[in-house]
């Protein structure tokens, strides 16, 4: 699976939007992007994932670039409880996918009041 | 539909004890993950399960741990003589069965458990 690189750490003002970016520059024709959280001490959650399409669900909308070296995953409004660790992952698709995720350091967004 | 549940949520461990945790994957679920993190770091795979098969074990200690998901039940994870070293976090995931794309892959993850060993 391609390496990813985010930030450390990123703040957040309540009711604005977060970004939080990622690069994934060897990533390869067939690797998909996906985002999880980790709230403190929970289990991670799914965000979203997508392959060279900008991406939007209820939680988040993911936009990649065209050259899919990069993406960046946005949460609209964010709120105290969208603080957490952000997870961007990179990994192939098809049945070589359901193997394990493999976690970074991610990006610890801090929203503030 | 419930989603991953683990059991239990907090275990406390002597040196020596064995530690047993429970995963129970969603619902049609046939796929289960265990992964373990360690106080201030981040989640590692351990081991990845259909029923009745080990897929991969890469991440697994070789001695005092092992899985299992049966035919029916939860998946367990087990450690043996459990040492201050396996104190930490241990979570499962869950994935459906193969129904085309990559949507079909992603882990939804349970709680986890904390153990704690003394």
């Known amino acids: 699976d391609a390496k990813t690189t985010q930030p450390p750490s990123m703040d957040c003002a309540e009711g604005r939007a977060a970004n939080l970016p990622c690069n994934h520059s060897?990533?390869?024709?067939?690797?998909?992007v996906y985002w999880y959280r980790q709230i403190h001490s929970q289990g991670p959650q799914y965000i979203i994932h997508g392959l060279k399409n900008n991406e939007t669900n209820e939680m988040a909308s993911l936009i990649i670039t065209e050259d899919r070296k990069s993406s960046t995953l946005i949460l609209p409004h964010a709120t105290l409880r969208d603080t957490a660790v952000y997870y961007c992952i990179v990994r192939v698709g098809g049945d070589t996918g359901r193997r394990a995720l493999t976690f970074g350091s991610g990006t610890r967004l801090q929203v503030q009041p | 539909n419930a989603g991953v549940m683990q059991n239990p949520r907090h275990l406390v461990r002597r040196r020596g004890q064995e530690a047993r945790l429970r995963c129970s994957p969603m619902?049609?679920?046939?796929?289960v993950y265990w992964y373990r993190q360690l106080p201030e770091e981040g989640l590692k795979f351990m081991v990845y399960l259909q029923k009745e098969n080990i897929i991969d074990e890469s991440g697994m200690p070789k001695e005092r741990f092992s899985a299992e998901f049966p035919k029916e039940g939860p998946s367990i994870l087990r450690i043996q003589q459990v040492v201050r070293g396996d104190s930490a976090a241990y979570f499962c995931a869950s994935s459906p069965p193969i129904s085309g794309g990559p949507s079909s892959y992603e882990q939804y993850f349970g709680p986890g458990t904390r153990l704690t060993v003394t």
């Open positions: 060897t990533i390869s024709g067939n690797e998909y």
């Open positions: 619902k049609g679920h046939s796929h």
